[in-house]
C-alpha cells in the first residue's frame, strides 16, 4: 500500500506509514482507471529497485555482468570453437602416433627382408642376409655432420658367433677394417670399423658395433676423408 503523503510502499493491513507516520487510507478505491495503471507501475518500478538493491548487497556493492543476446552467442561460438580444436588436435595426434608406429614398423620389416643396406649410395651386405632370419627391434635414424642409420637387433641366441661372421664378411667382401679393438670376449662392447675409400674424393663408409649379452646393434653413415 502506498502512503498518500510520501508515497512509500508499506505492506498491506497497516493502518500507519512506517516512513512518514501518516495515518494509510486504501486511496485505489478512490482512483480511476489511469490512476490505478500508474499505481501498479510504480509499485512494480520499487519492487524491481528492490530487488537490485538486493543483489548488490549480495554481490557486495558490484554490479552482477549481464550479456546482450549477441555477446551470449558470441560466448557460445567462441565455446564450440574452443571445443572443436580440441577435438581438431586430438584427431591429429592420434593420426602421428599412428603414422610412427607404422612408419618405424614399415622400417623394421623392410630391414628385416632386405640383402643389402644403403649408405649414401653404396650397398653394404646386411645381417640377415648373412646370418639369416635375425628379429630387428628397431630401425633408427639420426643426423649428425650427415644421416645415420641404426640398426637394433634383439633375442640373439650367439651374439659373439653373429659378429665374427658379420665382420668377417664385411671385410672380405666389402673391404672393411677395424678401427681399434674388437674384443668379443666382453660381455658387453663396442667396436668400430670403416671401409676405406678406394679414390681421393670419396667418403668413408663407418660402421659402429655395440653388443650385450643377448643383443647387438650398428649405426651405419659416411664421413668425409681427410
Known sequence: MLCPRCNSENE??????????APLVDTELFMSEKERKIRKKEIKRLEKQKE????????????????????????????????????SLVVLIVILILVYFIGNYVLKVVAEKTDHYGVGGTNIASVNYVLGDRPIKKVKYSYDNGLKVEYIFENIDNVSTDLNKYVAYLM???????????????????????????????????????????????????????
Open 12 to 21: 498491506a493491513g497497516e493502518k500507519f506509514c512506517r516512513h512518514c507516520g
Open 52 to 87: 537490485r538493491e538486493e543483489r548488490l548487497k549480495n554481490n557486495n556493492g558490484v554490479p552482477r555482468r549481464t550479456y546482450t543476446l549477441n555477446e551470449t552467442a558470441y560466448q557460445r561460438n567462441y565455446i564450440s570453437m574452443v571445443i572443436s580444436l580440441a577435438k
Open 172 to 226: 672380405e667382401h666389402n673391404k672393411f677394417v677395424i678401427d681399434g679393438s674388437f674384443d668379443l670376449s666382453l660381455e658387453n662392447g663396442t667396436a668400430k670399423l670403416y671401409a676405406q675409400p678406394t679414390t681421393l674424393n670419396e667418403d668413408k663408409i663407418i660402421m659402429e658395433l655395440s653388443w650385450t649379452k643377448d643383443s647387438y646393434s650398428f649405426v651405419l653413415y659416411k664421413q668425409k676423408s681427410i
